[in-house]
């Protein structure tokens, strides 16, 4: 085996799970998003490896550019209550969750011993088009067309519903219809109470 | 390429444990959407790695790219509720959001 392959490749995996036990296992929660910015880049090492150049480009694009930066927005955001006094759960979900983690592991180990060939054997060589963005553009705007522009949907959709979530009720009293600002409700907002004092003013 | 895939998939599937457990014993919503990231990139790594053993097309790589695409989709509105309930409760404990019990 290359001495220099296998390297890389423990440095990587490396980075990747040190970084998972620290996103677990961080009281803070700003420190579990750097874990996990630290298993993305680590696991892109581990693409390149496997000869996925565009995906490791798209996952430091996707995942360490957009989705990390929104997580330490929203834990900025909600400030230090962000981080939770008692966090970890009682003794029995912590049981739970080691069963689980020596089950699967054991399944894991299991069904890996369980293949046809009884030694590692290495991968075949990957052709030179394999998994640069010109084969991948390919694939994806030949058979894999439909799905992809529906992505785009799915994205959009997201974004203007995560938009119509966070916004929250601030809305303008003057066009809320007479139905909600009549109705009583439990804890009423301060927006939600100027609206109805306005539409009794008004009656 | 002398790694071999089995190595590969070991890694994933301790990334996916580590992300179980975390989602399984932490109580802070924002750590628990981190553990789910953590499982779609398990995922996403034995995608990569069995299609690298199948250099025949890129099925594997076409779906990890869908992942990462709904992934992302994921996190924004999963942000956006864990925003909207801290408006509601000042908490972000996952116990707290008992609205729906009763």
Do not use: W
């Amino acid at each position: 085996m290359n001495k220099l392959e296998l390297a890389y490749f423990g440095a990587c995996s490396l980075i990747a799970l040190v970084g998972a036990i620290v996103t677990v296992g961080a009281k803070n929660p700003i420190r579990g998003a750097m874990g996990l910015l630290s298993t993305i880049i680590g696991i892109a090492g581990l693409y390149l490896m496997l000869a996925a150049e565009f995906l490791a480009a798209i996952q430091l694009l996707v995942y360490a550019g957009a989705v990390v930066i929104l997580f330490l927005f929203v834990i900025m955001l909600l400030g230090p209550s962000a981080q939770s006094k008692r966090d970890a759960r009682g003794a029995v979900a912590r049981y739970v969750g080691a069963a689980a983690m020596l089950f699967s592991g054991v399944g894991g180990m299991a069904l890996v011993m369980r293949t046809q060939s009884p030694a590692p054997t290495a991968l075949p060589a990957a052709p030179p088009q394999f998994g640069t963005i010109e084969s991948i553009g390919h694939e994806l705007f030949s058979t894999a067309l439909v799905p992809f522009e529906l992505s785009g949907a799915l994205l959009l959709v997201a974004v203007v519903g995560a938009v119509a979530v966070a916004r929250g009720k601030q809305v303008d009293p003057t066009l809320l219809p007479a139905a909600d600002a009549k109705k009583p409700s439990a804890s009423p907002s301060p927006t939600a109470r100027a609206a109805g004092q306005t539409k009794e003013a008004r009656s | 390429m002398t790694v071999p895939l089995e190595y590969f998939v070991i890694v994933a599937a301790v990334l996916f444990m580590t992300g179980a457990v975390g989602f399984l014993i932490r109580r802070n919503l924002l750590v628990l959407l981190m553990s789910i990231e953590l499982m779609l990139n398990a995922v996403n790594l034995t995608l990569v790695a069995f299609n690298r053993q199948h250099p025949g097309d890129h099925t594997g790589q076409i779906f990890t790219f869908f992942i990462i695409a709904i992934a992302a989709a994921e996190a924004a509105v999963g942000l956006a509720i864990v925003l909207a309930f801290f408006r509601l409760r000042s908490t972000v404990r996952s116990d707290d959001a008992d609205l729906l019990r009763n």
